[in-house]
């Protein structure tokens, strides 16, 4: 994985504008963000309801464990750098969604505590045991110094689950885990259309940093996005799997290829 150094020269000019934004007062998130808001609710009901018939904890892999635990604080990380741009800029997409990754987190917390796994999220807000998502929280925050680089900031964010949760989900075979990674998945896609729609507002068309254009294309696209999270309703992605014990990488074009697990 890139380290966020790299990452905060990105964000130089992770977008490119069409207009000037010196007269761009702070508004609301565009109407579309609304219709879905309902949806991303309704997933975390879902979630917890995907596994009340959960199966052993013999019968998960290392891998399972790992990605859970990660799940666990990528939300947290997700809501906890929202919550600090809401504070900076009281703009409504960023509470609501901070309220989206708040029940994302507790659906994972679900299945950790189903599985008798110690939660490794700590409560402090901006405090992680994942060293990596430590240094991004203090990259990510300190990158969005205008409202525009906030929302961009908040699109790369997803960018960043939408990988992880794909490859997770190819990765386990536990049916329970790919429900509630499959849901996460689907909520993270309506955030991604929310933040690059909310950008558009502002005159600025957002590029993909991540994600392949052609992959972020569907996703904004894909505008009836709701929580499937099984392999009939998501499919298995063919990403390639590298890094299993925590030393897989983006990868250097951009495809977001590679889980980073671990520390």
Do not use: W
């Amino acid at each position: 994985m890139k380290t966020m150094t790299i990452l905060l020269s990105l964000f130089v000019f992770l977008f490119t504008s069409c207009e000037s934004n010196d007269a761009i007062e702070t508004q609301a998130a565009p109407a579309e963000y609304y219709e879905y808001v309902e949806t991303v609710e309704a997933i975390s009901q879902d979630c917890i309801d995907s596994v009340l018939t959960i199966t052993s904890a013999d019968s998960l892999t290392q891998f399972d464990v790992d990605g859970l635990l990660l799940m666990r604080e990528e939300e947290k990380l997700a809501r906890d750098v929202y919550a600090y741009f809401y504070e900076q800029y009281e703009l409504k997409i960023f509470s609501n969604i901070t309220a989206s990754e708040e029940r994302h987190a507790a659906a994972v917390l679900y299945l950790l505590e189903s599985f008798g796994i110690e939660d490794p999220m700590q409560e402090e807000v901006g405090v992680f045991a994942n060293e990596t998502l430590q240094e991004l929280y203090t990259s990510l925050t300190a990158a969005g110094t205008t409202i525009e680089e906030a929302l961009a900031t908040g699109a790369y964010i997803e960018e960043y689950d939408i990988v992880d949760l794909e490859e997770l989900i190819e990765a386990t075979e536990i049916a329970a885990i790919e429900r509630v990674y499959g849901n996460l998945l689907a909520g993270s896609g309506n955030h991604l259309r929310g933040f690059v729609r909310t950008l558009g507002n502002y005159g600025v068309s957002y590029e993909p940093q991540i994600l392949s254009v052609e992959k972020f294309d569907e996703l904004i696209a894909d505008s009836n996005s709701c929580g499937q999270g099984n392999r009939q309703g998501q499919g298995k992605q063919q990403n390639s799997m590298n890094g299993q014990n925590g030393n897989g990488s983006r990868g250097e074009n951009g495809n977001g290829q590679g889980y980073r697990g671990g520390k």
